[in-house]
């Protein structure tokens, strides 16, 4: 076969490929956040994000836009856009300036047996090449377009996830890149399975960002992870009486003898007042659930002793 002949099949092929891999409804995009509003940094406002966002998304090649008319068995991703700031900063070493710009994306969809909803974030810069106000506003924009390829990049990885089966779930947590693995992490966890939980208590122990560490001791919970409990209980030490009542809440979740034993001495002894109320709350909660479960087991026909 000829070069060009070849050449021209392989981009016929790679075309075919791309046409034929799953593309994601998504219904008309919602923005929130005040920093869409007409902002001056940005020189435009939330339909020029609107449109910034659309143009990525049909760029990925992967999504596609529908109107609000859609067929609910097309169950559609409703997809919230915020943009919580835009910056400029100075770095060391650098003579320029740097447009900074942060997205968050929600991905919602409803229909199924569970609603789902995810979130990925992104960080966009880009150098002020010019120092004036048209210089800014290039480099915001610049910033915004390059956040908005990665929430989109993000998403669709995220997507994919959903759609792979545990064992390559398993196998990208070893993947070189940050996001596959956690993407891989998070859908493991939403299927509670078993090897999530090391991953997620190891997480604990980064206590720099709080709500990273929430949404970790929200997972644990959900998966009812039981190995969780030692490391929850040293997690609470030392703890703000707001926080400690989280993370007796899940405990108290999760269940088990160590946790009922924590929630018991938390219940009698602690010091301040609400800490040991939400701590009874739990604990009688957890009760509840135990013995719901126990009648289930012993079935309709049995009575209690």
């Known amino acids: 076969m000829k070069p060009a002949l070849l050449l021209t099949s392989c981009v016929l092929l790679l075309g075919a490929c791309r ?20 902002n001056a940094l940005l ?32 169950r559609p991703w409703r997809m919230s856009l915020e943009v919580p700031f835009t910056r400029e900063v100075l770095k060391d070493g650098n003579p320029h300036s740097f447009a900074e710009v942060g997205a968050n994306l929600s991905l919602e969809r409803f229909g199924g047996a ?16 010019e120092d004036s106000q048209e210089g800014r506003r290039a480099a915001m924009r610049a910033a915004l377009e390059s956040v908005l390829r990665q929430v989109t990049e993000s998403a669709l990885l995220q997507l994919a996830a959903l759609e792979r089966t545990d064992d390559a779930l398993v196998a990208d947590l070893q993947s070189a890149d940050a ?16 090897s999530a939980a090391p991953l997620l208590i190891e997480r604990l122990k980064d206590t720099s ?17 039981r190995s969780a409990v030692p490391a929850l209980i040293d997690l609470a030490r030392g703890r703000d009486s707001s926080f400690l009542q989280e993370i ?19 219940a009698q002894g602690h010091d301040t007042p609400s800490v040991q109320a939400a701590a009874q709350q739990a604990l009688d909660t957890l009760y509840a659930s135990r013995n719901h479960v126990t009648v289930e087991a012993r079935g309709q026909g049995h009575a209690d002793p």
Not at 45 to 74: C, H, I, M, N, T
Not at 216 to 223: C, K, N, Q, R, V
């Open 209 to 225: 960002d709080a709500d990273a560490v929430r949404r970790t001791i929200g997972a644990l919970a959900e998966m009812k992870a």
């Open 43 to 74: 020189g435009f406002g939330p339909e020029g994000v609107r449109e910034l966002f659309s143009d990525a998304l049909q760029s990925s090649g992967r999504f596609e836009l529908v109107g609000e008319e859609v067929p609910k068995k097309a």
């Open 179 to 194: 996001r596959i693995r956690e993407f891989a992490l998070r859908t493991l966890a939403e299927r509670k399975h078993p």
């Open 248 to 266: 007796v809440f899940a405990v108290g979740e999760i269940g088990g003898p160590e946790a009922e034993a924590y929630l018991y001495t938390v």
């Open 19 to 38: 046409s034929q891999a799953p593309r994601h409804p998504v219904a008309p995009v919602e923005l929130s956040g005040a920093t869409v509003q007409d």
């Open 114 to 129: 569970m609603p789902q909803r995810y979130e990925v974030v992104g960080l966009g810069e880009a150098p002020v090449q």
